[in-house]
């Protein structure tokens, strides 16, 4: 169920393709996607997440907002959800989750994109760098790698947070491939 109250859409103006973020070359000579990362190298895995997560959020005031409400069952919270788009693609989406009992407050997931596929993702506990769906690396919220997780453990959080993604930003009438 899609709640529309309070749903708005604020433009800014669009950024010159040269100052968007990973579009082109970078000042650092260093892997620009996952997949250009020597296999193993952890250090270069993570250091290419914050510098997607910080490229993208240094560029969003140039980005169209816009933002929605989802209601997911009719006994919990529903969720706040904003994305911001770069010449009509998404770049960043921010979801709100609900709050855990005995919290005050409710956290966020946020997950960026890059040429419409799905980069990085955040959550409250773990943070993911994906490429092409697949997890790269995967990650406690401190960037610190995570371990003991199963082949089919890390293939059912694969497709968890692809479709994840792809159900908030249908809420936005958008299609991740």
Known sequence: MLLSAG??????PAPAASDSPLSGSTAEAGPTSFSQVTPGDTAAVIALMRSVMSDIDGALDGFERRDTVLATTPDSEPRQLTVWLERGLPRKL????????????????????????????QSMTDA??????????????????????????????????????????????MVLP
């Open 7 to 12: 749903c708005r859409s604020v433009k800014a």
């Open 94 to 121: 921010t979801v709100s989750e609900p709050r855990e009992p005995g919290h005050s407050l409710a956290g966020e997931s946020d997950y960026w994109l890059t040429n419409n596929e799905l980069t990085v993702v």
């Open 128 to 173: 993911y760098a994906l490429d092409a769906n697949r997890i790269v690396l995967w990650t406690d919220q401190m960037l610190v790698p995570v371990t003991g997780f199963t082949a089919d453990q890390r293939m059912a959080r694969e497709i968890l947070l692809v479709e994840q993604a792809r159900k908030y930003l249908a809420a936005f009438g």
